[in-house]
């Protein structure tokens, strides 16, 4: 039998790759491959595991054998969504696992602002002793934040955050009609409340360059900024002239064109400009995180690879085009699906879903399908004059 064939294209903790090895997958271990190398290397690979490296429509094309794609993290926008859709791989993601550690960098990046602290480091690596300069911070107590996007690490935010006595405000996610949408239209009340934002949205559409010229009006004048979420959140040029025009302070850990590798060099406006703060993209970066991210990781994939169940599955479709549910108990014998599933062809009847459960004791099944489309009074008759069929329901849904 051959062996289910894992790529890991990023750094990785040994003990967790040790893992899965002992359950008896083939390891490739590559922390060191670009998105132009994952081509080649995820060609004949079962599952790929990536933290911040790119896969690319190319990878997934040209893959024989990719089933899964797990992202170690939260977001998945590294990931070309549509291209796996296109091929049906599976993309699953770790929300969670690493919101304490990007918590902590947000509430370090916020107190470096209020203290100045790259700034002291700095004068004082260049024999500069400026303490009159550097004792005018106002402190945070007391402060109003605005959190804006309020998932698992916004509610960490908050946690720290008010443990440092600051009023702490939120803007996330409205269900309109039923539909997750974001909604940004009470921003110009929010905003001009806040001494500090912080962001942590992900990256779609609706997001983008969300952060323009419009809302950096709304912000108080010499109030913070920070982004540890992506960078295409923010319009860098209407971020550059609010710092310019109303002293806005800016940490972020994330900017645009960022390098692939781990260590490069890297040219941004951004460089020229006093109180911007920027981190490497370190975000997650802590052992605790790490570690919390690999555990699930593996747990994921041990799950895919015994029953091929996808946790924190990510592109399955949210809504199918099924208007009809049939359940079919039945006796777990072979051929009876069979039969059921030859009398919805013959009506040309497309099945979107389909699951079937085993009772205890493995005597009788639980099918439950999905429809498209409505079947008949006469069908059912069908399917119930199988014998080893119990009964059939149907309904629209």
Request: aromatic residues 6%; neutral net charge.
């Amino acid at each position: 039998m051959t062996k289910v064939k894992v790529l890991i294209a990023d750094k990785f903790p040994e003990q967790y790759i040790q893992q899965l090895k002992d359950i008896d997958l083939d390891v490739i271990y590559s922390p060191k491959l670009g998105e132009n190398d994952l081509p080649e290397a995820a060609k004949e690979v079962d599952i790929l595991v990536v933290r911040s490296t790119n896969v690319i429509a190319k990878t997934i094309q040209e893959s024989k054998n990719l089933n899964l794609i797990i992202r170690a993290g939260a977001g998945v926008n590294n990931i070309n969504i549509p291209a796996a859709n296109q091929k049906g791989i599976y993309v699953a993601n770790c929300p969670g696992m690493n919101s304490i550690a990007v918590a902590e960098l947000t509430m370090g990046l916020i107190i470096s602002l209020d203290r100045r602290i790259p700034d002291n480091v700095i004068d004082f690596r260049n024999g500069k002793w400026n303490k009159g300069e550097y004792s005018k911070a106002e402190g945070l107590m007391g402060k109003t934040l605005g959190i804006i996007g309020v998932g698992n690490i916004g509610k960490e935010v908050a946690k720290r955050a008010l443990a440092f006595g600051m009023r702490v405000y939120g803007k996330d996610i409205s269900r309109i009609e039923g539909i997750a949408i974001k909604d940004f239209s009470e921003m110009d009340q929010l905003l001009p409340l806040c001494d500090i934002v912080t962001i942590h949205l992900p990256a779609t559409p609706q997001t983008k360059g969300l952060f323009d010229k419009k809302m950096f009006s709304y912000m108080k004048p010499n109030a913070f900024l920070i982004n540890t979420a992506r960078a295409d959140l923010i319009d860098q040029d209407a971020m550059i002239e609010a710092i310019r025009e109303k002293n806005i302070r800016i940490a972020m850990d994330v900017v645009k064109n960022e390098p692939e590798e781990k260590s490069a060099e890297i040219k941004s406006p951004l460089q020229a400009i006093p109180n911007v703060y920027i981190t490497h993209h370190i975000g997650a970066s802590t052992e605790q995180a790490q570690n919390a991210v690999a555990a699930e990781t593996i747990r994921i994939i041990k799950e895919f690879v015994n029953s091929g169940v996808i946790a924190h599955w990510v592109n399955r479709a949210k809504i199918s085009d099924a208007h009809y549910q049939l359940v079919v108990k039945h006796y777990d014998k072979p051929g009876v699906l069979a039969s059921i599933m030859s009398i919805i062809r013959e009506k040309q009847i497309n099945i979107e879903e389909i699951e079937n459960i085993i009772f205890d004791g493995g005597v009788v099944a639980c099918c439950t399908m999905k429809l498209k489309s409505e079947v008949t009074t006469e069908m059912i008759k069908q399917m119930n004059d199988n014998q080893n069929v119990l009964s059939v329901s149907h309904i629209a849904i």
